[in-house]
């Protein structure tokens, strides 16, 4: 039997790559430091999803257990990759629950961290509990209990969503776009909405990025069919006057101070590297790019190929990405493992 190919992280992304390379009968290891696969989706509490309105529970769930009832893959939770040596074709890994392993080829599909919101306190998080994130409005929403102020349990009646926070950031080190933030949080804004007609949502902006198709069935349709108000602002603090939560910043279309009282503030977090980033460079010997995410060698010749041959990348671990484009780098990954390529994995043609 050949020997299977070490996929690290169970999100959409290495979901993808395992099954790829299972349904070719390629055997895998899927190593996932939690106890349960999913990735973000599935272990932050993911609502609807864009673009499908799909829930993640649902879609994502479909994957996992596509990949649970698959015979070619072996599944490792609650484990991590300590050791990686080899070339390609014949690497070993040794994993933290002891055991060991061969490998043909690794692919890294380990994903991001999301932002903490604590490293942007002038924004109130941490300091007024209705102050929260987008992933917790998320987790309200797909619990069932609804969007409520978790500091007395009611249903706000203003809500600011206040995008770019802990992306496109240079005072705190993140210069780049999350690219699915803008999106998520016209969606989330529909959302409550929906669920409380009488509540008015605010989203306060930069730029909005709903790129591509997204612009009409989120842009436009938030504020034309479900009257979300935009405003274009350089926020300045998020204060409190003992009843209400008060964003203080600057009108940027008008240039005129802005004060608006509300029930709850959301931040629309954005994706970090993963913490992990620098130990899994470490094992496996391979770059990081100058953002600290994992590098790729190349974007057009052989996807997600690493600084080191034989050691492919897919998904969020490379950079913000969508859910349907960590999947198809997932099996753009296992489609250059399998393919053997000379460059990729080092053999000789
Ligand atoms: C608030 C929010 C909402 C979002 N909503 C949407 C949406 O509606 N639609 C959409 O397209 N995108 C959405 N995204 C983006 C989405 O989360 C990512 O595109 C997706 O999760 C990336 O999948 P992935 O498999 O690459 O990484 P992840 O989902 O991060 O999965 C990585 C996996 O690797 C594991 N792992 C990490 N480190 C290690 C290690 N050292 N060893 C072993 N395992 C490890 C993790 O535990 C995790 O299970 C959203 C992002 C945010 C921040
Ligand atoms: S997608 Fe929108 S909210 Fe997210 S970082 Fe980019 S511009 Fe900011």
Not at 45 to 69: C, F, H, Q, S
Not at 197 to 220: F, N
Request: with cysteine.
């Amino acid at each position: 039997m050949s020997k299977p190919v070490l996929i690290v992280g169970g999100g959409p992304a290495g979901l993808a790559a395992a099954h790829s390379l299972a349904t070719v009968g390629k055997p895998c290891v899927l190593v996932e430091k939690e106890d349960r696969l999913g990735g973000a989706p599935i272990l932050s509490g993911y609502a609807k999803l864009v673009p499908t309105d799909e829930w993640a529970k649902d879609a994502i769930g479909g994957m996992v257990t596509r990949v649970e009832n698959e015979d070619n893959v072996r599944i490792e939770t609650g484990t991590k990759v300590t050791k990686f040596d080899g070339t390609p074709g014949n690497f070993t890994a040794m994993l933290s629950n002891g055991e060991s392993l061969q490998a043909e080829a690794a692919v890294l599909c380990s994903g991001f961290t999301h932002f903490d919101s604590v490293n942007k306190p002038e924004w109130g998080f941490g300091t007024f509990p209705d102050v929260v994130t987008t992933t917790q409005v998320e987790q309200m929403i797909s619990s069932g209990k609804g969007v409520r102020c978790p500091s007395d349990g009611r249903m706000p009646k203003r809500v600011a969503i206040l995008l770019c926070v802990g992306s496109r950031d240079r005072q705190i080190g993140r210069e780049w776009c999350s690219k699915i933030c803008c999106t998520v949080s016209s969606n989330l804004a529909m959302e409550i909405r929906e669920e409380l007609p009488d509540c008015h949502v605010y989203i306060y902006y930069m730029d909005i990025r709903t790129y591509g198709l997204y612009e009409t069935k989120y842009y436009w349709r938030s504020q034309e069919e479900f009257k979300v108000k935009y405003i274009k602002a350089r926020i300045a603090e998020v204060t409190s006057d003992g009843e209400h939560l008060i964003v203080k910043g600057e009108d940027t279309l008008v240039k005129r101070p802005i004060t608006i009282p509300f029930d709850m503030v959301v931040h629309a977090i954005g994706m970090d590297p993963n913490v992990d980033n620098p130990e899994i460079a470490e094992t496996f010997g391979i770059e990081l790019e100058s953002n600290g995410f994992l590098d790729v060698a190349h974007n057009y010749g052989t996807m997600g190929q690493t600084s080191r041959p034989g050691v492919f990348v897919a998904g969020a671990a490379t950079g913000p990405e969508t859910i349907d484009d960590s999947i198809a780098q997932g099996h753009a990954a296992a489609m250059a493992v399998l393919s053997g390529n000379k460059e990729a994995i080092g053999r000789t043609a």
